[in-house]
Structure formats: structure tokens, C-alpha cells
Antibody
Framework: EVQLVQSGAEVKKPGESLRISCKGSGFSFTSYWISWVRQMPGKGLEWMGR????????NYSPSFQGHVSISADKSISTAYLQWSSLKASDSAIYYC??????????????WGQGTLVTVSS | QSALTQPASVSGSPGQSITISCAGT?????????VSWYQHYPGKAPKLIIY???NRPSGVSNRFSGSKSGNTASLTISGLQAEDEADYYC???????????FGGGTQLTVL
């Protein structure tokens, strides 16, 4: 069974750092891109960026470039989303999703359950 | 404001059909066939229900169908069932550095 299992909810203070994770199982992790998607309270979904776990090549949405860092460890089939200094506006649910590596764009065919990040003083 | 525009809510009675629109631009929805739709129950993982405008993944009911005209894509759900009550999001590949964009989501209520 294909699964993307994300780390649990986090409560942090502004200025703190954070890394959340997304562990894949049931498929060849290096055959897929892993994207991260944000959902702010009461809002729609926003694509943040993606990583190729086979070589850690990344694309970031310009809206998120420089604000977050995406990484992956293919040896444990896990992707990460990291902040060095959180802001209250980073409070949201973050989803990871896989899409097949291809010369063409492919849909997000499996998603994690989401990680709720709350940033509050 | 989301990149793609969807109605905030739609509703229908069991057995009826509803259509959710997804308006974009020539840089996203109108650019390619790479439009997809996702069903999302709050607190759960979103589920792919339509890809490449009108294709259904294996296991998705044929009550779900997709189409596109110009810069606007549409999702139609026929024979509404109570279990269809969820949020629905459209997504599109884009020709910009933001490779993918989503709509703001549409809450479907089955009356």
C-alpha cells in the first residue's frame, strides 16, 4: 500500500526553527517527486516546492523561495520541510504529496495526512 | 487570493448533478492539459479524482467527470451521494516558475 506518513502536530514560538517530515512507503521513493503544499486557516492550497529524492534537485515556488528549505534522505525514504525562523504567518497545515517523475507534468496521486504547525507566542 | 478561482460553495440534492468551475489564465489552465481535481475531507489526505482534464484514476467513480474550455476547467459530479460532501480543489501546471497552482476550494453540500 502506498503511504506518505507525516510527522505530528507542532506548536512553536516565533523565531524558533522547525523541521517536519514525510515518510514514504509501498513505492519506489526515488521514482517520484515529493512536493509540499500549504493550507492556511480557512484558505486554499498553495504549492510550495518539490524535491527529487534521487539527487535532491529542487524547485521552489517564488512565493516560498528563501523562506523554507526542502530536503530528502533517500536512504530512509523521507522528505523534509524546514524553517530556520518561524513566523506567526507560518501557522498552517502542510501536506506532502508525490507525483511521478516524467518529462511531462504529473498529478499529485498520493498525499500525506497533513502536519498542523502552530506558531504563537 | 488563490491563483485559480472556484466558487466557495455549491450544493445539490441526492441524485442530482453539480458542476464546479475553476477559472484560470492562459498561463495555467489554458496552457496545457495538466489540470487535476482533488477531493478533500477535512482532516484527511486529499484524493486525486481527475487528472489531465478528464481522466479518472483507477477506482474513482465514473460519476466524476472533468472538462476544460479555454481558461476554465470544470468538475461535474452526477448522481450526487451523501458521501460526496467534501471540499474540492482544482490544480493546474503553469508556464511560470510556480510550477503548480491550486484553486481556493469549493465546499460541496449534499442537501
Amino acid at each position: 500500500e502506498v503511504q506518505l506518513v507525516q510527522s505530528g502536530a507542532e506548536v512553536k514560538k516565533p523565531g524558533e526553527s522547525l523541521r517536519i517530515s514525510c515518510k514514504g512507503s509501498g513505492f519506489s521513493f526515488t521514482s517520484y517527486w515529493i512536493s509540499w503544499v500549504r493550507q492556511m486557516p480557512g484558505k486554499g492550497l498553495e504549492w510550495m516546492g518539490r524535491i527529487d529524492p534521487s539527487d535532491s534537485y529542487k524547485n521552489y515556488s517564488p512565493s516560498f523561495q528563501g523562506h523554507v528549505s526542502i530536503s530528502a534522505d533517500k536512504s530512509i525514504s523521507t522528505a523534509y520541510l524546514q524553517w530556520s525562523s518561524l513566523k506567526a504567518s507560518d501557522s498552517a497545515i502542510y501536506y506532502c504529496a508525490r507525483h511521478f517523475k516524467s518529462s511531462a507534468w504529473t498529478p499529485f496521486d498520493s498525499w500525506g495526512q497533513g502536519t498542523l504547525v502552530t506558531v504563537s507566542s | 487570493q488563490s491563483a485559480l478561482t472556484q466558487p466557495a460553495s455549491v450544493s445539490g440534492s441526492p441524485g442530482q448533478s453539480i458542476t464546479i468551475s475553476c477559472a484560470g489564465t492562459s498561463s495555467d489552465v489554458g496552457y496545457s492539459k495538466y489540470v487535476s481535481w482533488y477531493q478533500h475531507y477535512p482532516g484527511k489526505a486529499p484524493k486525486l479524482i481527475i487528472y489531465d482534464v478528464s481522466n479518472r484514476p483507477s477506482g474513482v467513480s465514473n460519476r466524476f467527470s472533468g472538462s476544460k474550455s479555454g481558461n476554465t476547467a470544470s468538475l461535474t459530479i452526477s448522481g450526487l451521494q451523501a458521501e460526496d460532501e467534501a471540499d474540492y480543489y482544482c490544480s493546474s501546471y503553469t508556464s511560470t516558475n510556480t510550477l503548480a497552482v491550486f484553486g481556493g476550494g469549493t465546499q460541496l453540500t449534499v442537501l
